[in-house]
């Protein structure tokens, strides 16, 4: 049963087509449009339902200018569905703005809950969920993604990050060297499609087994990581990255005492001892 004036979120499918829930569907059928990442990609989607709906392009370059167009379509009484190309929208996807902004204007916004890839992933990683932080996509470039590592060194929720196969060996070798190759993770490689796979291991031991074999490399990623377990070990990354960081503007010594002040690391473990020598 659909409602005049209102923008439905819609979750579609991350693999498996059969995961479109009924109430999805029928949504999709009565709306007068849906806003798709990709219209051709979502064209399809629905096509392999029996579905025809009018489509409108939404991605992050337009999102600011068309959201007021579709805010005064639906302030006219019509029902609007948002999807993207995959899962849940606004989960590393546009719509935040749209959804914001009928929000703001007072128009009931609804969601239509089903696959979120992060979710399935944590779903059957047996990490400790009951709180996790969720990270999205790292940065492409390695020296600005190893600084936002060194930032989630100490974290202790459990961490969850997608990645491409573009990517994926390379965020695991970073991620094995500043959290540890001894820190758990688990790879969760094509959820829901054929060659879904579920690998868990130490990060260094992850790390081999995805350079060694090609087959790990292909498809989408949802990478866990449990969160730092060890407070010793959380002050210390902690104090490492700090230290690094005030090194760039302080001499090594005085970086190393404000360091291991602000993050309770002992300042030898930073600064081997030689603190006065510079
Ligand atoms: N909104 C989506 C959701 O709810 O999961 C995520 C969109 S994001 C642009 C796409 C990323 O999600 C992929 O690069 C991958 O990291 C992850 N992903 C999507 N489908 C997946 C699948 N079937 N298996 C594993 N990861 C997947």
């Known amino acids: 049963m659909i409602s005049p004036g209102t923008l439905y979120v819609v979750a579609t499918p991350i693999g498996n087509l059969a995961d479109l829930s009924p109430r999805a569907r029928e949504t999709l059928a009565a709306v007068d449009a849906v806003c798709a990442e990709d219209t051709r990609h979502t064209r399809q989607l629905l096509a392999a339902f029996g579905l025809e709906r009018p489509l409108v392009a939404l991605h992050e370059h337009n999102e600011a ?31 935040y703005r749209l959804v914001r902004e009928a929000r703001a204007a007072g128009l009931r916004v609804s969601p239509l809950p089903g696959a979120c890839a992060a979710i399935a992933a944590l779903s059957v990683a047996g990490v400790p969920s009951d709180r996790f932080c969720f990270e999205g996509f790292l940065p492409a470039k390695s020296s600005a ?3 936002r590592l060194q930032q ?11 990645e491409s196969s573009h990517r994926i060996e390379e965020s695991l070798a970073d991620m094995a060297v500043v959290f540890g190759g001894a820190r758990e993770a688990v790879l969760a490689r094509e959820l829901s499609k054929l060659f879904e796979t579920v690998l868990g291991d130490t990060l260094g031991e992850l790390t081999a087994k995805v350079a060694a074999d ?11 990581v449990r969160g730092c377990e060890d407070d010793a070990a959380a002050r210390l990354a902690e104090g490492q990255r700090l230290y690094a960081k005030l090194g760039e503007y302080l001499k090594p010594s005085q970086a190393a005492k404000l360091a291991a002040e602000l993050s309770g690391a002992p300042r030898k473990a930073l600064y081997g001892g030689e603190a006065g020598q510079d």
């Open 65 to 95: 200018e068309f959201a007021a167009r579709l805010i005064a379509r639906l302030r006219a009484g019509e029902s609007l569905a948002l999807v993207s190309d995959a899962g849940t929208p606004l989960v590393s996807d546009p719509g």
């Open 145 to 147: 993604r190893r600084e």
């Open 214 to 224: 090609e087959n790990q490399r292909k498809g989408e990623f949802v990478l866990i």
């Open 152 to 162: 989630l060194a100490r974290e202790t929720r459990t961490l969850v990050f997608y």
